[in-house]
C-alpha cells in the first residue's frame, strides 16, 4: 500500500515539531529550522528522494 507523506510544522509555545499524515512524527525542538529538518528527511527516506524537500507551512502562516 502507498501512504502519502505530506509533512507539516506545527509550534505549541516555544516548541515546533514535524508531523506527517502517516501518523509518523519527530520530538518537539526549539528550532524550527531543525523541525523541518527532520520532516524533510522523514519525506525522504519515505520516497526514496536523496536531499531536502519542501515541506508545507501549517495553515495561518509560516511557522
Known sequence: ???EHRVTV????SF???RCTCGWHAPAR???DKSRRD???H???RSGVQGREE???PEGGPV
Not at 506545527?10 to 509555545?13: D, I, P, S
Open 30 to 32: 526549539r528550532s524550527r
Open 43 to 45: 519525506s525522504a527516506e
Open 1 to 3: 500500500m502507498n501512504v
Open 16 to 18: 515546533s515539531t514535524a
Open 55 to 57: 515541506l508545507r507551512e
Open 39 to 41: 520532516g524533510a528527511e
Open 10 to 13: 506545527e509550534e505549541r509555545g
